[in-house]
């Protein structure tokens, strides 16, 4: 059996300043379970594990993530997708084509929403929910803003005539609905209030705490001049889209997770996040839920102290809890800047940091409070988190537990997590090829570890495909 992280433990790992002396070995073996826990989620077993999946598409996985774990083939994609080959129409076609019937229809939902929808419908039959994400991002005009809120509402809407409960999440990212431009300067002014509580800000709606002390505040070095009545305009008509999205989740029942970027906006994207959780999230029901970024040194300080002024406000609080995907350009922009990286120093500092915010969670989940969705493709924090839930008595489809992977990659990991009995979600990114493959290939750059855990996948898959053709079960 699991030794049990008690209350008073968790107060220390999570206490206003988290005390030095408290080493990672220490917190990684308190947490770590009994090897017999980990039985909870079972991936030895191929054959139960990919029963839904047919053979043909076993096969198509296998051969798409041995591509993608290859580091020259990202490379390679990479620099054509960014080169000048892209400009000429007829080339563009063609790599376009490929990319849509290779590495797009593995990773990707599909280019408009009712493909998307049919994706939802095939994940569902094999018993796993859908997070919509219409993949538009970085946007730097109203314009553009107005259009993507225009896809975002869509999306919502379109969640309802799919079967229910078959979506878990419609997915956002600020970036999509205010001007990029606008969110560094709001992310400036929030981290020059953090430094001069005397800085005033008039435009500032009631929040949570963005900053701790361990945050990084050197984007900002200067005092920054306020916002222009041009700017003003430009962030209530951000606040307007965001809020005719959450009202519209509202109305459709249908949670809002809001995406994270990198530590030069992401003040900016959780004061918007934040400040529509306590105006829209009531009576016990999160319906908007922010994201905690683990591998940044300040993550497991922010979650607590988000968590406990929105309990202290009667405000139910949902967490996306992930790793973080911008780890090369966090690391660089700080360097140039002559600072420590926001990063954690080690990879077992990530995963300590990430089992530690997960344990507080399920605590909070176990009492009654807030809710969560572990993002993870790390089988030890997606077995250890199932052994923490079964443990504290979280109960089977309990509606506050939301496990999640990508879409076409940790399939192992999604169908053992819910043969365990829980609520598992594929991220399910959709929008046109030229779109969306850019995202994605940016995502292939910062994660190229986290590619290579497609291993464990590719692995099974093989020993499955093994399986059937002995047994002649092509048709499966």
Known sequence: MARRLLPATTLRL??????????????????????????????????????????????????????????????????VMNSRLMETSLVRDVILKTV?????????????????????????????????VYAVEHTSNNTGCDRNLEGFLRCV?????LPPSSVSF??????????????????????????????????????LPIF????????TLQKPPPLTPEEELDLELAHRRLQKLCQKCVQEHMPLLIDAEDTSLQPAIDYFTYSSAIKHNRDGNP????????????????????????????????????????????????????????????IDETHACYNDCAGFMLERIANGNDAVVFATHNIDSGKLAACRARNLGIQKGNRRLEFAQLY??????SFGLRNAGFQVSKYLPYGPVDMVMPYLLRRAEEN?????????????????????????????
């Open 448 to 476: 190229r570890g986290l590619l290579s855990t497609s291993n464990i996948d590719r692995v099974l898959m093989w020993k499955e495909l093994k399986r059937r053709i002995k047994s002649l079960e092509f048709g499966k």
């Open 212 to 219: 701790s002390t361990s945050s990084p505040l050197y984007h």
């Open 170 to 207: 419609v997915i956002a990212k600020i970036t999509a609905i205010c001007p990029i431009s606008l969110l560094r300067r709001v992310s400036d002014l929030l981290r020059w209030q953090y430094k001069d509580p005397s800085f005033n800000l008039p435009w500032k709606l009631h929040t």
């Open 100 to 132: 849509k019937h290779t590495m797009f229809e593995h990773f990707c939902a599909g280019e408009t929403t009712e493909e998307a929808g049919e994706c939802v419908r095939k994940i569902h039959d094999a018993g796993l929910r859908g997070m919509l």
């Open 157 to 161: 809407e379109f969640s309802q005539s």
């Open 408 to 413: 076409g990659m940790s399939d192992a990991l």
């Open 14 to 79: 999570f206490n206003g300043r988290f005390s030095s002396t408290v080493s990672t070995a220490t917190v990684l073996q308190t947490l770590k379970p009994e090897p017999a826990a980990l039985t909870i989620v079972d991936l030895d077993d191929h054959r139960k594990l990919f029963a839904s999946v047919s053979t043909s598409k076993l096969l198509r996985s296998s051969i798409n993530l041995g591509l993608t774990s290859n580091e020259t083939f990202v490379d390679f994609g990479m620099w």
């Open 287 to 346: 319906i908007v839920y922010g994201t905690i970024q683990a591998y940044l040194k300040d993550a497991k300080e922010r979650l607590f102290m988000a968590s406990k002024a929105a309990e202290k406000l009667g405000v139910p609080m949902g967490f996306k809890l992930v790793r973080g995907a911008y780890m090369s350009s966090e690391t660089e922009t700080a360097s140039s800047l002559g600072y420590d990286s926001p990063i954690h120093n080690s």
